[in-house]
């Protein structure tokens, strides 16, 4: 897969009449706030996954302007590809020249890894880090995945509404239980597929990280069950054991008005020989662990689709020793990679065959 033109209108600080990338390494250099990032965000844009900044569609949009517009061709499944994305009040994908109702069915279509200083916090921040991480991922592989997540968290929406009216009202209870089956149902759905992903994201990730950090430190993941015993088990089993989870947990989710086992409570541990990176890692440790995640991220995409995904690392060197930096920039030689960065000659040394582009050239004569 990969990127072979871009451009935009209105985009946050950008307008870029076009941008033709390289099939392999591009670096994008540029002093502090040009739009660097903005530009990697243009391009995870047309995943159909809402941006990595966790903006609001309206923030994408230039300051005093009512719409933004990019375009992109790109190659995927064995052909040349035409997208747009026009952005108003919502999200309007266009692709081959057909409407699309929304961003979900560019999933599967295009698909890139990001890797930004945001992401760090997959290993530094809470849970819903993680399970953003994770369902973004599989989203991508498999983008009925995103049906079967939306659907769950409406009826978890339903569920727990159900129990602030039976709060104040014994009559409502019965709607509580209405609501149990279907979460188990679509809530199994998503364990199961989270464990699998998970299973194999850690073998991609252990084989990385022992490269990466010359066989000093294991890195292991873990599926985690909260108030559930852990399952191994395929969906009909986990369906069983959820439900069950769920009716004995009634009592005391009437008391806190809100469902307390499922997978939106769940997650996984990342940790390094042995103990919790988010607890015990260093910085460099929690950055080399976030960054070969999404390495492995990117692997297991390929093993599974055949297609190797686009990949975005955002300012991702300034923290990496240099045998670190240089494994990577080896790890995508033959894919589309797209790396930002100020100090352009740190990066141009790690790699013989790079593109560089500026980024206020890319921005041609419309400057804000
Ligand atoms: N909706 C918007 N309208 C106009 N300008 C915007 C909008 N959103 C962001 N910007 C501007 O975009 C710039 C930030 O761009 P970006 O984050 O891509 O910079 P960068 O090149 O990645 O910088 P750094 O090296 O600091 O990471 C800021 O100057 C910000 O004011
Ligand atoms: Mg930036």
């Known amino acids: 897969m990969r990127v072979e033109s871009l451009s935009a209108v209105h985009f946050r600080n950008l307008s870029v009449p ?5 099939e392999g390494v591009n670096i994008i250099c540029g002093a502090n706030g040009l739009g660097k990032t903005n530009l990697i965000e243009a391009i995870w844009l047309f995943t159909g996954c809402r941006s990595f900044r966790s903006a609001r569609d309206k923030e994408l949009i230039r300051i005093g302007e009512e719409k933004a517009e990019l375009t992109m061709n790109f190659f995927a499944g064995g052909r040349r590809q035409d997208a747009a994305l026009l952005l108003d009040e919502k999200r309007h994908f266009t692709l081959n020249g057909v409407n699309l109702p929304g961003g979900r ?7 890139c890894v990001a890797f930004t200083p945001l992401h760090l916090a997959i290993v530094k921040d809470g849970p819903e880090e993680r399970r953003r991480f994770l369902d973004i991922a599989i989203s991508q592989l498999r983008p009925l995945y995103a049906k079967t997540v ?3 968290n409406r009826v978890l929406a339903q569920r727990n509404a159900a129990l602030r009216a039976a709060k104040d009202n014994p009559a409502m209870r019965p709607l509580i239980e209405l609501w149990e089956e279907p979460l188990a149902a679509k809530g199994a759905a998503i364990i199961e597929a989270r464990m699998n992903y998970l299973e194999r994201l850690n073998e991609k990730a252990a084989a990385i990280y022992d490269e990466i950090s010359a066989g000093r ?3 292991t993941l873990g599926y ?7 399952t191994d088990a395929n969906a009909a089993q986990i369906k069983e054991e959820l439900l069950r989870a769920i009716g004995a947990r009634r009592e005391a989710d009437l008391e806190h008005g809100s469902t307390g086992v499922g997978p939106h409570r769940e997650e996984f541990s990342v940790r390094l020989s042995g103990v919790s990176a988010r607890t015990y890692g260093s910085q460099g440790q929690q950055r080399s662990a976030a960054l070969v995640l999404k390495l492995a991220e990117a692997a297991l995409y390929a093993e599974v689709t055949g297609e190797e995904p686009v990949v975005l690392l955002d300012d991702v060197f300034s923290e990496l020793d240099p045998a670190r930096q240089q494994y990577v920039v080896k790890h995508f030689e033959n894919r589309q990679v797209f790396i930002t960065c100020c100090d352009e000659a740190s990066v141009t040394r790690l790699a013989d065959s790079v593109s560089v582009f500026h980024i206020e050239e890319l921005r041609g004569i419309d400057h804000v």
Request: charged residues 35%; aromatic residues 16%; hydrophobic residues 35%.
């Open 105 to 111: 069915q560019m999933m599967g279509e295009f698909a």
């Open 18 to 22: 076009e941008f033709r990338p390289g």
């Open 224 to 230: 985690r069950a909260y108030a559930r015993e852990k």
């Open 150 to 152: 939306l659907e769950y």
């Open 217 to 219: 430190e294991q890195l």
